[in-house]
């Protein structure tokens, strides 16, 4: 069974970092495109930074551009997202992905993990 594990969110002061971390128990790890989604109280998931298998293209949401990076680790079966200068609306439940294929910033996504909370206060 494929389990996708979150960590590293949690409460912090706007203009603060935090380093998400997605573990995956997937046995061809390098051939998923990693995703990093969002999802606000109220508000419907959105896709935020994604990675290719090879670490060649990343994407990103135009709003978080400049201050988050997603890099993967293909030796660990880990993916992170670096996150700085945050902003209250970045609070949400944030989401990691696992998709066959190439790297999409759609919801379509093979395999999905729990979520780990991200607050951000003013």
């Known amino acids: 069974q494929v389990q996708l594990v979150e960590s590293g969110g949690g409460l912090v002061q706007a203009g603060g970092s935090l380093r998400l971390s997605c573990a995956a128990s997937?046995?061809?790890?390098?051939?998923?495109?990693m995703g990093w989604f969002r999802q606000a109280p109220g508000k419907e998931r959105e896709f935020v930074a994604a990675?290719?298998?090879?670490?060649?293209?990343?994407y990103y949401k135009d709003s978080v551009k400049g201050r988050c990076t997603i890099s993967r680790d293909n030796a660990k079966n880990t993916v992170y997202l670096q996150m700085n200068s945050l902003k209250p609306e970045d609070t949400a439940v944030y989401y990691c992905?696992?998709?066959?294929?190439?790297?999409?910033?759609?919801?379509?996504?093979?395999?999905w993990g729990q979520g780990t909370q991200v607050t951000v206060s003013s």
């Open positions: 992905a696992a998709r066959w294929g190439v790297a999409v910033t759609t919801l379509t996504y093979n395999y």
């Open positions: 997937l046995l061809t790890f390098s051939r998923y495109s």
């Open positions: 990675i290719s298998g090879n670490s060649a293209s990343t």
